[in-house]
């Protein structure tokens, strides 16, 4: 048996630490996989925000190149006149980016900021290309000297150069580069204008969308209206490096999160289980308590039954309330074992004082209890055994618990046949009808606390009360009160039916076999409700 209960708690534990495991490594895939999304997203909008920003910094050195050009053709000056040259000289001076400005005709250059009037006119070469009647050369030498080259660029006779490291100094630093290309849509040609060669083509770079090629990222980024388009791109290895380490954090993460969320299962489930085990050895060893609340007739103020109600305190003698321990023992299939025991014990302490028929006692039972078909039996043997009437039980549902309305209709035709009396519990809470009432058969309602409470106090809820008490009228069911605290509240009853019982603070708590037994015994009359209340809270 030892072996045997050893080889469980290994069971247990291995599952335990399974969930955990798998919980963990779930949670850290989890967190992994959306992170690695999430910051692949975010690499895509910053390789477009880079290719944006030198898309705007081409944008201003076209702008800065067009103002000179056209501050020079407006000029009004003699062509390569001494003042025209200062005049070109001074624009250069003031320039964040133009190296030099020159004057050309028939395709050679006359002079220029940097040379002066040339003696021999240079003939400049074909454009690399020819947008909008602006004329293009990305790398072409310079009469500055043999060695120097620039981006030069032309209109209508005055010519911008440029320095290609301005370009440079525009672009993102590594891991990340961008390449920049003019484009001539009207004619669909494209030429690099700086940066490195890429391995896209022209329809690629044109339609701006990101590509993936080699192990490299691109993103390109083509506005309608500039002359200029530009790719800005990463290498894969470089951005997986890059976010590594906030990858392996939000795994980390991902990991405590599942295996935190495994704990709280676990915690959740061995709380359950201990409280479910805690439950079940209490009814084997007779662990549960009863307590039993006075019924009374508000007519004559005569002590007309009692209620027994479950009480149990767990392995800490801390009490668990009801409204937890039977839906516990409900959702795990076993509360037809609660209604057993409760319905022996109940016969047990107060089986003697029914034998008369005077006075009634009333047992909750589940729908369970209605589909077991033991329970009839178990109920006949235990009331046979007393020498008790069957019409001195009464057996207590609620609505809401009856949702196969056939076997239940079925179940308390039988328990009426044997002739139990058979309650609805916490009416109005659920659905019942007139006609669903009347083919149940029942003969009493017991009216939620909810609806007592109302009473007095002008809330829309007291509305229904009426209706559940003409309802009751129209059936001839009786009524039974629940919750009933204040005079008022008794007295509104009294009034409103005839023949209705009540139970509540007002005539005494729920009280062990002992105290009920002496009020039960001494059956005075219950009108004087303050004394009656200060002997049962006394108990």
């Known amino acids: 048996m030892r072996v045997k209960t050893v080889a469980w708690l290994s069971r247990e534990s291995a599952g335990r630490l399974m969930l955990l495991a798998v919980l963990g490594i779930c949670g850290g895939i989890l967190a992994y996989s959306i992170a690695r999304i999430v910051l692949f997203q975010t690499e895509r909008s910053e ?54 400005v020159g004057r050309s005709r028939d395709g050679k250059v006359d002079c220029s900021a940097g040379v002066g009037r040339v003696s021999s006119p240079a003939r400049i070469g074909p454009p690399d290309i020819a947008i909008r009647g602006v004329q293009f050369w990305t790398s072409t030498g310079l009469m500055i000297s043999s060695e120097a080259h620039g981006f030069v660029l032309e209109r209508d006779g005055v010519s911008v150069v440029l320095n290609p490291e301005t370009f440079k ?12 290309f003019l484009y001539d849509r009207s004619r669909d040609l494209m030429v690099r204008r700086s940066g490195n060669v890429i391995p896209l083509n022209k329809e690629e770079i044109a339609a701006g969308r990101f590509v993936e090629r080699q192990g490299v990222y691109y993103q390109p980024l083509c506005p309608e209206r500039s002359m200029a388009c530009m790719v800005a791109y990463e290498a894969r290895t470089d951005f997986l490096a890059k976010i590594r380490p906030v990858s392996v954090a939000w795994a980390l993460a991902g990991v405590l999160t599942g295996m935190l969320l495994g704990f709280m299962i676990i915690f959740a489930a061995l709380r359950r289980r201990t409280m479910e085990s805690q439950l079940r050895r209490a009814i084997r060893r007779g662990g549960l308590d009863l307590a039993y609340q006075p019924i009374v007739d508000l007519d004559s103020g005569m002590m007309a039954g009692v209620e027994a109600l479950a009480r149990w305190s767990n392995d800490d003698g801390e009490p668990v309330a009801p409204d937890v321990f039977v839906p516990l023992a409900e959702s795990k299939g076993f509360v037809t074992e609660i209604t ?23 047992v909750n039972i589940t729908a369970q209890d209605l589909m077991d078909p033991g329970f009839l039996a178990e109920l006949e043997r235990c009331v046979s055994a007393a020498g008790i009437l069957p019409g001195a039980i009464g057996l207590e549902l609620t609505e809401r618990s009856m949702v196969d309305y056939g076997a239940a209709t079925e179940a308390l035709a039988q328990l009426k046949v044997a002739g139990y009396r058979v309650y609805i519990d916490d009416f109005g809470t659920g659905y019942s009808s007139l006609a669903y009432l009347h083919r149940l058969g029942v003969d009493a309602l017991k009216i939620d606390q909810a609806f007592t409470q109302t009473i007095g106090t002008g809330a829309v809820t007291a509305s229904v009360v009426p209706q559940i008490l003409d309802m009751a009228r129209q059936l001839d069911l009786l009524v039974v009160v629940e919750g009933i605290e204040t005079e008022e509240q008794a007295e509104y009853f009294r009034q409103s039916k005839a023949g209705s019982l009540g139970q509540g603070w007002l005539f005494g708590r729920a009280l062990p076999v002992e105290e009920i037994r002496k009020l039960i015994q001494q059956r005075s009359s219950m009108r004087h409700y303050e004394s009656l209340a200060g002997t049962a809270n006394r108990g």
């Open 169 to 180: 100094t525009m672009e993102e630093p590594p891991p990340r580069y961008v390449t920049g």
């Open 47 to 100: 390789l477009e925000h880079s290719a944006q920003i030198s898309v705007e910094n081409a944008g201003r050195l076209g702008a800065e190149s067009f103002a000179a050009m056209e501050a020079v053709a407006k000029d009004g000056l003699p062509l390569c006149s001494d003042r025209e040259i200062a005049f070109m000289r001074n624009l250069v001076f003031n320039s964040l980016h133009i190296r030099d």
């Open 340 to 362: 057993r025991s409760v319905m022996r014990c109940a016969i047990k302490d107060l089986g003697d004082l029914l034998v008369d028929g005077d006075l009634r006692m009333s």
